[in-house]
């Protein structure tokens, strides 16, 4: 999930008790009405969530199960090549299902004795401080719809292809889980909205963008790149920049498109020492001084 309430599509709940997902039109879903039911369904679920309930089951059409197994397939290829060391053992240690879309029930269930992280629905965009911040508590803000069938290989819109097999995979591994859970900390201490966007901006150079050296080739770590098999196959050849927490946190991005500007860690040590350090004592104070000083 991310950011910008403009690749989230707005979710209205009318008095009569209706849920309307409502997609712009540039979505590739927009003139779908099957597509655009299944969304305002599922929002639904999401609407009445309260944490501690157990996620509401969503029932799946065959196509989407099909959406979910090709994208599956194709990515699994994918990473073999192009994802770190670290992404591949955790995904093993997961076992997600690869010809259907599993409900998040059962990726939490599947996650939890792993890193003790848990997924809880969300209708669409998340306030960044709730969603970054219960990060901290383990908790991973999740939608439950999944992409439009025409456009499997990217989608701007966070959907449950990038939530679980982008996201979940990562949170099983336990460098990742720590990071997570130190950028929501970082994101309950700061104050000010510009510390907290500073700090969402590095997570999304890094947890959802970014890219290590491994053994002398560059791989992807990054949970956006990871569940595209469209933008997977087109990193090396972005703009690579070194990890710095000042480009980091104040470089501009757009999230409607393949991301042209990427930072590279040189290792995970080198990302636990700079990002996750970073995390776990930042503070408006010392995110001023990192933007005046550099
Ligand atoms: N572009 C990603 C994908 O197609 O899976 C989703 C990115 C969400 C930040
Ligand atoms: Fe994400």
């Known amino acids: 999930m991310f950011e910008e309430a403009q690749y989230f599509a707005p979710v209205a709940k009318r008095e009569d008790g209706s849920v309307t997902v409502e997609l712009a039109s540039s979505h590739p879903g927009f003139a779908d009405e099957v597509y655009r039911e299944r969304?305002?369904?599922?929002?639904?679920?999401?609407?009445?969530?309260?944490?501690?309930?157990p996620v509401p089951h969503a029932e799946y059409t065959e196509e989407e199960h099909q959406v979910w197994a090709l994208v599956s397939r194709e990515l699994a290829v994918k990473?073999?090549?192009?994802?770190?060391?670290?992404?591949?053992?955790?995904?093993?240690?997961?076992?997600?299902?690869?010809?259907h879309i599993p409900q998040l029930q059962e990726v939490?269930?599947?996650?939890?004795?792993?890193?003790?992280?848990?997924?809880?629905?969300?209708a669409g965009l998340v306030p960044l401080r709730e969603f970054y911040g219960v990060l901290a508590d383990g908790y991973f803000h999740s939608?439950?719809?999944i992409r439009h069938h025409s456009v499997p290989f990217y989608t701007p819109e966070p959907d449950i292809i990038h939530e679980v097999i982008g996201h979940a995979n990562t949170l099983a591994s336990?460098?990742?889980?720590?990071?997570?859970?130190l950028a929501g900390g970082a994101a309950r201490r700061v104050e000010s909205e510009g510390a907290l966007q500073f700090v969402s901006k590095v997570f999304w150079f890094t947890l959802e963008f970014g890219v290590m050296r491994e053994a002398s080739e560059l791989k992807a770590y990054g949970a956006g790149i990871l569940s595209s098999y469209g933008e997977?196959?087109?990193?090396r050849g972005m703009d690579i920049r070194p990890l710095d927490l000042k480009a980091m946190g104040t470089t501009e991005y757009d999230i409607t498109k393949y991301q042209d500007v990427l930072f590279e860690a040189m290792s995970f040590d080198q990302l636990e020492d700079v990002v996750g350090s970073f995390?776990?004592?930042c503070d408006d104070d010392s995110i001023a001084r990192i933007v005046a000083e550099g």
Not at 40 to 51: E, K, S, V
Not at 79 to 99: M, N, S, T, V
Not at 108 to 121: A, C, K, M, N, V
């Open 279 to 281: 995390w776990a004592t």
């Open 174 to 181: 336990d460098r990742f889980a720590e990071l997570y859970r």
């Open 108 to 122: 939490s269930d599947r996650l939890y004795p792993l890193t003790g992280f848990r997924y809880i629905p969300a």
């Open 79 to 99: 990473h073999q090549r192009y994802a770190i060391r670290e992404f591949l053992d955790a995904g093993e240690r997961l076992g997600l299902p690869k010809d």
């Open 143 to 145: 939608t439950q719809y």
């Open 39 to 53: 969304r305002n369904a599922i929002a639904a679920l999401a609407l009445n969530y309260q944490l501690g309930d």
């Open 232 to 235: 997977i196959e087109e990193f």
